[in-house]
């Protein structure tokens, strides 16, 4: 008699809600310019983060689509001379997230996705005068900031309803008019990439 045909192992069901934590490290480029002068003080952006983020995904067969959001509390800082060098430009991203569509596969116990959609983000900037330490602009200096991020990870089941996650973003944001317009006006941009890990509950 013929052997049987192997049987195809059932593909995990990963549909359902989910919510969890994470915290990761993030590297960015911050980008300066003072338009009454037309110099620039670009520098880097580094530093760590930790929040929350929950979602839910739809399956059919192998297919895993869905959606998630994110908040993170965060302390990514960086700084460099100003044009004037009796000036530090800083800069601190202190919070960030994203409203993100998914779409990936489940392979046995893993699901391997990508990821885009909107980003937002709180950053505060500064020039400080370096003998003194005292801000060249003393009003309130923190913007909220909008953009776009796009992502890959991977997800890997430990448990039927515990399911570590990894993944790499990149998020860009929307240029911001920090200080007084008519007085020490600077646009700024931010960007930075993101290392993540998390652990979340499927319901």
Same mark, same amino acid.
């Given at each position: ?10 593909? *995990? ?28 003080? #670009? +520098? @880097?952006? @580094? ?27 965060? #302390? ?15 800069? *601190? ?17 893993? +699901? ?30 923190? *913007? ?22 990894? *993944?790499?973003? +990149?998020?860009?944001? #929307? ?24 652990? +979340?509950?499927?319901?």
């Amino acid at each position: 008699m013929p052997e049987p045909a192997p049987v195809a192992p059932p593909v *995990e069901d990963w549909s359902g809600a989910f919510i969890g934590v994470q915290a990761g490290g993030a590297q960015g480029d911050v980008d300066w310019l003072f338009p009454l002068a037309g110099t620039r003080a #670009d +520098h @880097d952006n @580094d530093g760590g983060f930790g929040g929350l983020y929950a979602g839910y995904n739809w399956q059919s067969n192998s297919l895993v689509y869905g959606f998630d959001a994110e908040f993170n509390a965060a #302390d990514i800082s960086g700084s460099t001379p100003c044009p004037n060098p009796a000036f530090s430009c800083q800069t *601190e991203l202190n919070s960030f997230g994203s409203i993100r569509g998914r779409i990936g596969g489940a392979m046995d116990r893993w +699901h391997i996705y990508g990821a885009a959609g909107y980003a937002f983000a709180d950053a505060d900037a500064q020039s400080i005068n370096v003998a003194t330490g005292a801000p060249f602009y003393a009003a309130d200096t923190s *913007e909220t900031l909008d953009g776009w991020t796009i992502a890959f990870g991977a997800e890997r089941k430990l448990g039927s309803n515990t399911v570590l996650r990894g *993944e790499i973003a +990149h998020y860009d944001f #929307d240029t911001a008019n920090y200080f007084q317009p008519s007085v020490a006006p600077a646009n700024i941009g931010f960007s930075h990439t993101a290392l993540k890990i998390g652990l +979340h509950l499927k319901f």
